[in-house]
């Protein structure tokens, strides 16, 4: 990124240079003609004085012009025409209500590929997902969980292939009800500087419920001294709040998700910051809350996947394995080399 700026910079300078040699060489060309004249005798030395005057005024102004205005519409090119491009971009057209899913969700064919990209996020993707099951995806770092994830929300749609909510394809559905009972949590959550009944509850604003048994759940007790002013605390020290450790952010972020009405949720990576143990207490309290809902867990910590009804292992795209912890070890494939890899660097953390 800094050699990148570096080279833009570079350019930039470049070019400003040339421009004001260019500049400089055309007023010394002006100047030796004036010279000339006044030598020659024709023009006077106060003609010169005028001349001269006017023709630095036009080159301050000049100046101006090239330093601020043009320079200023070039910086803003760039992302003057990506807004444009995002602009144009064709809008979904799904005009089928959606209110829930009743029994699956089913991916036949499914394909995926991020805009100029040279190869498929996803490629042949088939699986079902009943209703109430609670499933793990896992996988190396690429290797598509999270656009998988996005396509099982709804958030994408596929490049080839079909999602299925029951019978509804998700490309036919209106976007403005496609959420309707969905909620997710990403590694990416936002931190409010807002109070933390308005942190929890801007997941569904206008809800009734209160949000005191979503943070029980999560053992987020409002009483202690990291809430003074109780859910009216203002988790920001630029608004003369608190701030929370990375632990009690991650479970406000998840109560939010808890919070939102919702038959299908998402947990992409939320706890990456926190440490295993504290992790799997934290999906553990999930597994609870959840039951009964559809539930998807992105996790990279294979000890926590174990929790899971069945465990999804991507590989460049694809799905190599499926199957139940104990199914998964005893296949002695993908996912039984990245648990005990796993397993064998925890026991040497410990020992030292």
């Known amino acids: 990124m800094n ?17 004001r040699l260019i500049s400089l060489l055309g007023y010394g060309i002006l100047l030796a003609l004036l010279i000339d004249a006044v030598i020659k005798g024709d023009i006077s030395v106060g003609a010169f004085a005028a001349i001269f005057a006017s023709i630095a005024g036009v080159m301050e102004l000049i100046e101006e012009l090239l330093d601020q205005q043009i320079k200023s519409i070039f910086r803003f090119l760039g992302p003057s025409r990506n807004y444009f491009r995002v602009l144009d971009w064709p809008e979904r057209s799904g005009t089928e209500q959606f209110h829930g899913i009743d029994q699956q969700i089913v991916l ?5 590929r991020y805009p100029h990209a040279a190869y498929d996020a996803l490629q042949a993707v088939n699986m079902t997902i009943k209703k109430g099951e609670t499933i793990a995806i896992v996988g190396e770092n690429g290797s598509g969980k999270s656009t998988l994830s996005k396509l099982l929300l709804g958030l994408y749609l596929p490049t080839e292939g079909k999602v299925f909510y029951d019978e509804k394809c998700t490309a036919d559905l209106s976007f403005s009800t496609i959420f309707h009972q969905h909620s997710a949590v990403f590694q990416s959550f936002l931190k409010y500087g807002l109070n933390v009944e308005e942190n929890v509850k801007i997941s569904d604003w206008y809800s009734s419920a209160t949000i005191e048994s979503s943070l029980a759940e999560l053992e987020l007790n409002l009483n202690n001294d990291s809430f003074p002013q109780g859910k009216d605390t203002v988790l920001s020290k630029e608004f003369g709040g608190v701030d929370l450790s990375g632990g009690q952010w991650q ?14 949720i998402v947990l992409d990576e939320p706890t990456a910051a926190i440490d295993p143990l504290e992790e799997q207490r934290v999906f553990k309290q999930f597994m609870r809350i959840s039951k ?12 926590s996947a174990k929790l899971a009804d069945r465990i999804i ?13 104990a199914e998964l070890l005893q296949c002695n494939g993908k996912y039984s080399q990245m648990f005990y890899a796993q397993a064998q660097w925890y026991m040497r953390e410990a020992i030292n």
């Open 3 to 19: 050699i990148k700026a570096w080279r833009t910079d570079f350019k930039a300078t470049r070019n400003e240079m040339l421009m």
């Open 108 to 112: 036949k064919e499914v394909y995926f």
């Open 313 to 325: 292992v991507m590989e460049k795209g694809s799905i190599v394995e499926m199957g139940t912890h």
């Open 251 to 264: 479970r406000v972020a998840i109560a939010r998700g808890i919070y939102r009405r919702h038959h299908f």
């Open 292 to 303: 009964g809902k559809t539930a998807i867990i992105v996790t990279h910590r294979l000890g």
